[in-house]
């Protein structure tokens, strides 16, 4: 049996619940893991806020999509106080999701429901599931090095590692290695105490929840994941990468286009191109992103860079791009190729991609691991830290170019030339073969991933 074929007894016309998060990081492992269990004859219905568009013309037409409306006033989303949006979206969606649940319960003409699967960060949906009795599954986005962090959260307060103190920001957290106490998961612009309330909700409620899937693999995370199931005492089903997983690229993207750097890529030399990306939501103050104009043209070496609007922090694109010197513009569309959004699987996986300038991400680090291109390292936010620290201290395969403080073109140029062509970018690209190819054995028949795939599965049969 291939990763493609029917789980062992795979019962069509099980129905399952999908519920992400509104946002590009969430819905992307949630909708392949759609594609994942569809393909083993699941009947999938996703529910989806009104926050995001998603076109069902982009995914197989079996699906049923459905729109959940709540009255969320338009500056919560703006929001950068992230506890405070994500324990607000909990509140305002918890009825919708149990109202429209329920009514999907009680339509057995069509089926029913057997399994919810929301974000795990839903932690108001997975109670509706658990009080509707519903078996529930939360799906988390994040490493399995966050979900720990999630769990001993409580403890990294009592024990003084948080809040982050300057002076101990580097002691090493022998709880959770290879993690220093300033890779600890927070985000600036909440309250520690209002973090630390949200991260308790989503641990409180995947405890009682049927099961856990987390987008991570044993190849890299197997000592995360078998901790998270010794300490929970429910399944825990360790299925990434799921972009491997899902039968090709789902298209799941809230912003447009991007595709005609693909084009260009093919004009390009294999192995040349820096593909530079912050993902759907991290900014930078203008001085960073006029740093990072000027790292990459001093470089000279051709790039793809995305630059969406928001990229840059309480000022539109266009004024910073007035800040940058006569000429640089010219110079850096001379070289490299600028786009509001890329299709970035796609790009990863181009041959002329060899390096990947990245915010760590989880979604954006699986993807560059399991297409073997050596990340340079810019994290920003929350778990974005601690991805980093595997990154380049425990997988060894990128290099950091500053976490906090201001970035600057010198550092930036520099560690392009380490990952692009210094004596040592041999050896971390090698290791990103590696890893790549253990990636794609866990994702493969008898993998470790396939088997967890395979498992979650026949759980949801056997509900
Ligand atoms: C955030 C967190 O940073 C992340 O750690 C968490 O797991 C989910 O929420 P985000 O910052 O958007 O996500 O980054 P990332 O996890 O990398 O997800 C971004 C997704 O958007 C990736 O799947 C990436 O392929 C896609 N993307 C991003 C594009 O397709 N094009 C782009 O130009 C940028």
Redesign the pocket.
């Known amino acids: 049996m291939d990763a493609m074929e029917p789980s062992s007894g795979a019962d069509a016309g099980r129905r399952v619940v999908l519920f992400p998060l509104p ?4 819905l ?1 492992p949630m909708l392949r893991l759609a594609a994942a269990l569809h393909r083993r004859g699941l009947a999938i219905i996703v529910l989806h806020t009104d926050l995001q568009p998603l076109d069902p013309a982009n995914h197989p037409t079996e699906y049923r999509f459905e729109s959940l409306s709540a009255d969320v006033p338009a500056e919560l989303m703006a929001s950068k106080d992230i506890a405070r949006v994500v324990m607000d979206l909990n509140a305002s969606f918890a009825a919708p999701f149990k109202d429209r649940v329920a009514a999907l319960v009680a339509d057995k003409e069509s089926g029913g429901v057997d399994c919810v699967i929301t974000d795990a960060v839903w932690f108001s949906a997975q109670a509706a599931a658990q009080e509707l009795g519903v078996p529930s599954l939360g799906l988390f ?2 490493s399995a090095a966050s979900f720990r962090t999630f769990m001993a959260y409580p403890t990294l307060i009592e024990k003084g590692y948080l809040p982050v103190q300057e002076s101990k920001k580097d002691d090493p957290v022998p709880e959770l290695p290879p993690f220093r106490v300033k890779d600890l998961e927070r985000i600036d612009t909440s309250s520690l105490y209002d973090f630390a309330s949200m991260v308790g909700n989503v641990v409180a409620r995947a405890r009682q929840a049927s099961g856990l899937i987390l987008n991570s693999f044993d190849a890299i995370e197997a000592n995360n994941v078998n901790k998270i199931r010794e300490e929970l005492s429910i399944p825990v089903f360790a299925v990434g990468p799921l972009n491997k997983l899902s039968p090709s690229v789902v298209k799941t ?1 809230l ?1 447009p286009g ?1 595709r005609e750097c693909l084009d260009w890529l093919d004009t390009q030399a294999p192995g040349s191109v820096l593909y530079v ?6 900014a930078m103050d203008a001085p960073d992103f006029v740093e990072l104009a000027w790292g990459l043209a001093d470089s000279k070496r051709p790039f793809v860079w ?1 630059v ?1 609007p928001s990229l840059v922090r309480s000022r539109s694109l266009e004024s910073a791009k007035l800040q940058l010197p006569d000429g640089l513009e010219e110079e850096i569309h001379g070289r490299g190729k600028i ?1 509001y ?5 796609e790009v990863l996986s181009h041959p002329a991609i060899c390096a990947f300038l ?8 699986v ?1 560059s691991i399991s297409q073997g291109v050596p990340m340079l390292c810019r994290p920003c ?4 830290f601690g ?1 980093a620290r595997y990154v380049c201290d425990f997988w060894k395969v990128g290099v950091e170019i500053g976490v906090v403080t201001q970035l600057r073109r010198g550092n930036i140029r520099a560690a392009i030339d380490k990952l692009m062509d210094d004596k040592q970018a041999k050896e971390y690209r090698d290791r990103a073969k590696d890893l790549k190819e253990m990636a794609e054995k866990c994702a493969t028949k008898d993998g470790s991933s396939h088997r967890a795939l395979v498992s979650l599965v026949d759980f949801i049969i056997s509900f």
């Open positions: 946002y590009q990081g969430h992307n986005t994040n993207n912003m991007g990306s912050f993902g759907s939501i991290a995305a969406r786009v959004w890329a299709p970035q699987e990245t915010h760590n991400g989880w979604n954006s680090t993807e936010f929350g778990d974005q991805t």
